[in-house]
């Protein structure tokens, strides 16, 4: 199947400093790839839809000037929180469609951040 | 209302128990009906799906869809120690888009 990566796994920040989050796919080339936040024992919460050589699609409450995204190429979506709060702290995942679509998604190992 | 609900739990069985997993959703529109699976601190992973109604089995597990009560199913039978996670329902399209998840029910099954 498809492999989605991020990196970093974990990371923890000061408040008020900023933290890029990577996500690829590895084996596939994926134009969307949608961006996650859940909470300890919560679901996963979309944030937004990055989209390849274009301007992501924010959901409706989420800062787009505090989490930034840039789909710069095929394989590869960064999520940027920028001036960290520790209200930020949680648990970022980002996934893909298959390549020429299709029903599911493929799901990046996750990012934990813990904003200090 | 939510358009996909689903008991968060925790729900515990003790091993070798039949588990039953149960989703309704509202919006009759997605064709596409996926239980994922996540493991603690893990990213969710496809478990199974179905298109349209009807039931499809993999091993122990079985996913029911009835589209005229919009009500998934997800039946875990000899359920192990191993299939301790939280399991998220989700309706969808083709495409990927705009996957809707359930809240995703914990599930504990006890050696």
Request: glycine share 8%; proline share 5%; aromatic share 12%.
């Amino acid at each position: 199947g498809a492999v989605v990566s991020q990196h970093p796994s974990r990371v923890i920040c000061k408040s008020g400093t900023s933290v890029k989050i990577e996500c690829r796919s590895l084996d596939f080339q994926a134009t969307t790839m949608f961006w996650y936040r859940q909470f300890p024992k919560q679901s996963l919460m979309l944030m937004a839809t990055s989209n390849e050589g274009s301007k992501a699609t924010y959901e409706q409450g989420v800062e787009k000037d505090k989490f930034l995204i840039n789909h710069a190429s095929l394989t590869l979506s960064t999520l940027t929180v920028t001036s960290a709060h520790p209200e930020d702290s949680s648990f970022y995942i980002c996934s893909a469609p298959p390549a020429g679509g299709g029903y599911e998604q493929y799901f990046g190992p996750g990012t934990r951040l813990t904003v200090t | 209302q939510k358009e996909v609900e689903q008991d968060p739990g925790p729900l515990s069985v003790p091993e070798g128990a039949i588990v039953s997993l149960n989703c309704t959703y509202s919006n009759s529109a997605f064709q596409y009906f996926m239980w994922y699976r996540q493991y603690s601190r893990k990213g969710p992973e496809l478990l199974m799906y179905t298109y349209s109604s009807g039931n499809k089995e993999d091993g122990r597990f079985t996913a029911q869809v009835d589209k005229s009560s919009k009500y998934i199913s997800l039946f875990i039978r000899d359920s192990q120690p191993s299939d301790s996670a939280t399991y998220l329902c989700a309706i969808g399209n083709t495409g990927g888009f705009k996957t809707i998840f359930g809240a995703g029910t914990r599930l504990f099954v006890k050696a």
